[in-house]
């Protein structure tokens, strides 16, 4: 089964940016889809963004406008580029990747706080 793992999450102002990374052990390039989930504190798990392997992305409401998805297929690495965070943003992001299986990172903290 692919690793998964997330980088790039911390403390951030309102209003300010963060990029995540999701660095993959495998070629991203075999999975039907790959994407971001997040979950607050009392929350269920939502989706961010997703990207399939065309490149059709899905967005969660909440993020459209404000947050995009991009891949490096050399670096296997998939990017959550987040501007505009909002307190409401703070969760645990987590990478996904569809394939024949389902894989998940074990999440990086983003806490968007003054």
């Known amino acids: 089964q692919v690793q998964l793992v997330e980088s790039g999450g911390g403390l951030v102002q309102p209003g300010g940016s963060l990029r995540l990374s999701c660095a993959a052990s495998?070629?991203?390039?075999?999975?039907?889809?790959m994407g971001w989930y997040r979950q607050a504190p009392g929350k269920e798990r939502e989706l961010v963004l997703l990207?399939?392997?065309?490149?059709?992305?899905n967005y969660g409401d909440s993020v459209k406008g404000r947050f995009t998805i991009s891949r490096d297929f050399v670096k296997n690495t998939v990017y959550l580029q987040m501007n505009s965070l909002k307190p409401e943003d703070t969760a645990v992001y987590y990478c996904?990747?569809?394939?024949?299986?389902?894989?998940w990172g074990k999440g990086t903290l983003v806490t968007v706080s003054s």
């Open positions: 990207i399939t392997r065309g490149g059709i992305t």
């Open positions: 996904k990747a569809i394939g024949a299986s389902t894989s």
């Open positions: 495998g070629s991203i390039f075999s999975f039907n889809a």
